[in-house]
């Protein structure tokens, strides 16, 4: 089986590198050429078209940026041409509605269509320990779950497409909430004089903890943000995706959007690539 892969950029690349080190054939896509050298590198198929890469694997995975790129890769006139008999399994984070539609192009053209986000990152990828969820039918499920399989030891089946998309923004709000609370609970008791130490430990016994505390504590204090595995632009973008899908819903948004604005405030400070915990830097001012 030929995998093929558009889109290696931070996740991308090393879930084609780990699919090439689990001796499976794969042939990739980037707009930029450059990030396609390690795969290269590795023993991967580099294609110069999108268009390629459809045509010659058997499935193809899609980790692009959002709805709109997506759109713009694999359905055009001639990728289209390619779809018939041809299945695409989307693992970026996009919105529920956006991937039903693109499923309805997909199915449309004579392919199949089956979503799979993941939570966790780089480190997540590279060891295989990522949570991906799957909507789809359960045919679909069963038929790629091992290919899912290289990326997590047990992909978990949520219901039909749309169902994995919004658990998935479900979870990324959880990201924001979590790291912005931390972030101005950590910068009060600094400014308060209080042993940050001793408040981590408290914190650590008590049913408010969450381990991403401990992972971001140590980026809050040094303020040192480099080497992102989710950068805050792409925080804000998933946080803008779960304020329209929710209001749609008809769901009091009022904290998330306090958070919105703190999220673009970083990214005002020149932060938009750097990791997302650096939204500590907006709620807590270096003076």
Request: hydrophobic share 45%; aromatic share 6%; proline share 5%.
């Amino acid at each position: 089986m030929k995998i093929g892969l558009i889109g290696t950029g931070l996740m991308g690349q090393p879930m084609a590198i780990r699919l090439l080190g689990a001796n499976v054939s794969v042939i990739a896509y980037n707009r930029t050429p450059d990030k396609l050298q390690p795969i290269a590198d590795a023993g991967g198929i580099v294609a110069d078209s999108p268009d390629k890469v459809i045509q010659e694997a058997d499935c193809t995975i899609l980790m692009l940026t959002d709805g709109t790129a997506i759109a713009e890769t694999i359905l055009t006139d001639k990728a289209i041409s390619y779809l018939p008999h041809h299945t695409i399994i989307q693992m970026a984070t996009i919105a529920p509605q956006e991937s039903r539609a693109i499923r309805e192009r997909v199915v449309a053209a004579g392919g199949e269509y089956l979503e799979a986000p993941v939570l966790g990152s780089i480190p997540q990828v590279k060891t295989g320990e990522l949570i991906v969820m799957v909507g789809s039918t359960r045919d679909q499920f069963i038929k790629w779950c091992s290919v899912l399989k290289h990326f997590s030891p047990e992909p978990i089946h949520t219901g039909e497409v749309g169902t994995a998309a919004a658990m998935k923004l479900a979870l990324n709000q959880l990201i924001a909430s979590l790291t912005s609370a931390f972030a101005l609970s950590l910068g009060f008791v600094q400014r308060e004089g209080v042993n940050v130490e001793q408040f981590m430990s408290i914190l650590r016994e008590s049913a408010l903890y969450a381990p991403t505390f401990d992972k971001k504590l140590s980026r809050m204090r040094e303020r040192n943000f480099t080497n992102p595995n989710f950068p805050t632009k792409h925080l804000l973008k998933d946080t803008d995706l779960f304020l329209t899908q929710a209001e749609a819903l008809g769901l009091d948004t009022s904290s998330l959007k306090g958070i919105r604005q703190i999220i673009q405030k970083a990214i005002a400070l020149g932060l938009e690539n750097e990791d997302y915990s650096a939204i500590y830097s907006a709620i807590n001012i270096d003076s």
